[in-house]
């Protein structure tokens, strides 16, 4: 299959194809595991206070999980490669559950970084094979559209699954959101059982060298480049949100929550845009999309001891800065020719790697 770029053209003017259900099925268990990366983050009082552990050390429970996410997620794409891509898909929501459930009764804080380590590989097993299967089921003309809603339950996590996580550990005990995904974690395993389709029978059978010599494909290269460079801009400004609020645009601590909701508001908006426009014209949406978030970026910088300004730039922030998210795996699948689960995998690994590598340097700024 030719997977060289093309002059990008407008689509001829038909009607949109209708995603297939299984695609908004993915989407329920991407929700539930976007939920999971960052509802620590608003419970980590209670979690310090109940495991008689500092703050800081706490948040080792964020850090692992992204650890588990970077170096776990192509692992686990190579160790599932020959298992149907719904019995991968099934089995890492059961483990995801079973995670939940340790960390629901688990007392030692090792046992419960050991638990979120475990939770981290099933999430990147599901992420990467999920990218997959929406992608396959979807088409080439509505791929990237497909990708879209798949990454969108990650980011509609940040809008609603977080803050209620939050609220309900605030009602029920730090414990209880845990319960509760791990509970949603079951019921999303039977729909995807009713919902992903077999295998092709007349695909070619999947080889780890296949795979790996696939991975030659500069493009593929470029587009994991980008995705660490983008996000690693972006989380540099988000992971230090809270303070450059408070400290410097004057913002009260209480109002927060809510500009960290117009990020999440405005990166889900940015998943759809990016999946709309990524099956017609991938290269130049992810071009502007880039440029833009470099602009914005910038403008926070300058903005930043203004208050108004800054909560607006914020909120475009999640928009420009995630509307490439959807082009770019789309982009590494198809380069990778074939080798969809592994691109898939280390797509979602650059994504965590910017995270992490952009948090950090902004931590030492």
Not at 1 to 29: C, H, I, K, Q, S
Not at 165 to 173: C, D, K, N, R
Not at 274 to 303: K, M, Q
């Amino acid at each position: 299959m030719d997977t060289r770029p093309t002059v990008e053209r407008p689509a001829a003017n038909v009607a949109t194809p209708r995603l297939p259900f299984v695609v908004y099925a993915l989407a329920v268990g991407t929700f539930l595991m976007g939920t999971t990366e960052f509802i620590i983050a608003g419970l980590l009082p209670e979690i310090a206070v109940d495991l008689d552990v500092t703050p800081a050390r706490a948040g080792l429970l964020i850090t692992v999980f992204a650890i588990g996410m970077i170096v776990g997620t192509p692992g686990m794409a190579i160790l599932t490669l020959r298992l149907p891509r719904r019995t991968t898909l099934t089995l890492a929501l059961v483990v995801f559950a079973v995670g939940h459930v340790v960390v629901a009764v688990g007392s030692g804080f090792p046992l419960l970084l050991a638990a979120r380590f475990l939770t981290a590989l099933a999430t990147g097993a599901f992420w990467a094979v999920a990218a997959v299967v929406a992608s396959r089921a979807a088409g080439p003309a509505a791929s990237s559209r497909a990708l879209g809603v798949v990454l969108g339950g990650g980011m509609l996590a940040n809008v609603i699954g977080v803050p209620l996580g939050a609220f309900a550990g605030q009602l029920i005990g730090w414990r209880g959101p845990f319960w509760v995904l791990a509970c949603l974690a079951v019921a999303a395993a039977v729909l995807v059982v009713t919902c992903v389709p077999d295998d092709d029978p007349a695909a070619p059978r999947a080889s780890v060298r296949a795979e790996l010599v696939s991975l030659r494909s500069r493009q593929l290269w470029l587009v994991l480049v980008s995705a660490v460079m983008i996000m690693g801009g972006t989380l540099a400004t988000y992971s230090y949100v809270a303070p450059l609020l408070t400290n410097r645009s004057g913002l009260p601590g209480t109002l927060v929550p809510l500009a960290l909701v117009g990020f999440g508001v405005g990166a889900l908006i940015g998943s759809f845009v990016g999946g709309r426009l990524g099956d017609t014209h991938p290269y130049s949406t992810t071009v502007t999309a880039s440029a833009a978030t470099a602009v914005i970026l910038l403008g926070i910088c300058v903005s930043s001891e203004h208050t108004l300004p800054t909560v607006v730039l914020i909120g475009l922030l999640g928009l420009t800065s995630m509307t490439v998210n959807p082009i770019l795996i789309a982009l590494a699948v198809r380069f990778a020719h074939h080798a969809p689960t592994l691109a898939s995998a280390l797509a979602t690994s650059a994504f965590n790697l910017g995270t992490a590598v952009g948090s950090w340097i902004a931590g030492r700024a």
